[in-house]
């Protein structure tokens, strides 16, 4: 199999989890056209017409879109160890943990990716600190819900991990870093002692330790676009 994605991105990570926790042979391919990149997305278009990452191909050449969608097959297809928890509850708190990721915790961060790609000039305060506080606002949803045993839910790696590492990396350590505003965990003790403990757990340390030098891999080409620009306009 081959699974195309971007180290930098969230929702690939938690692809990648399944293929490490599962030892699965897939080839990891970063498609041209993304992040700070200015190439064209080219044939990725035809592989995945949606042109977002991730995209899983399989050996016969049929080609998955859409993280969670990706997951779930690979569950099914590649069932030990499992991913999901065993009981309705713990399978259903998976999947809310992961939806509060993908439709709250990562729309709050939009604004300031696009900032982040834009001169410092356009980093007004009102909309550094209005994107900070949803960002904050949506991490208490994961607060209301995480798990209190090392892991997101039950005491076990699951797809909720996966799902919610790479935000953390991203809403706890780069926009703080990069746009001064507060750490957004120590007003969440729940989700604090949760970012703790699952940097333990030998497969959520790689797939944090690939997001953080991804984001700075991404962050200096960034720079010396914008270098090459200022130059360029003098
Ligand atoms: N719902 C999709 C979201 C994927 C997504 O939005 N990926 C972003 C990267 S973070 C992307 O490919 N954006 C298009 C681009 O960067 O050109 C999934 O879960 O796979």
């Given at each position: ?138 991490l208490g949803y994961l607060e209301a819900y995480i ?40 007003a969440l003790p729940k989700l604090a002692?949760y ?40």
């Amino acid at each position: 199999m081959k699974l195309y994605q971007t180290y930098a991105s969230p929702f690939p990570t938690r692809v990648r989890l399944a293929i490490y926790a599962k030892g699965l042979d897939v080839e990891i391919i970063e498609p041209p056209g993304f992040h700070a990149s200015t190439e064209a997305k080219g044939d990725y278009l035809k592989i995945n017409p949606i042109g977002r990452v991730p995209t899983l191909v399989l050996d016969d050449g049929r080609a998955l879109p859409e993280s969670e969608v990706i997951c779930e097959y690979l569950e099914d297809a590649f069932p030990e160890p499992a991913l999901r928890p065993a009981d309705a509850w713990g399978r259903a708190r998976m999947r809310l943990l992961s939806r509060i990721c993908d439709f709250y915790v990562v729309m709050a961060m939009v604004p300031l990716f696009n900032l982040s790609g834009r001169s410092r000039r356009h980093w007004t305060p009102e909309v550094v600190e209005g994107a900070a506080t949803k960002v904050a606002e949506a991490l208490g949803y994961l607060e209301a819900y995480i798990g209190e045993d090392g892991y997101a839910v039950g005491r076990a790696l699951t797809q909720a991990d996966g799902a919610i590492v790479p935000q953390l990396v991203l809403a706890a350590e780069w926009i703080p870093t990069v746009f001064g505003t507060p750490d957004p965990l120590p007003a969440l003790p729940k989700l604090a002692a949760y970012w703790r403990a699952i940097q333990a757990d030998p497969i959520a340390a790689r797939l944090i330790r690939e997001t953080r030098d991804a984001i700075a891999g991404v962050a200096a080409q960034a720079q010396e676009q914008a270098k090459a620009q200022a130059e360029a306009a003098v």
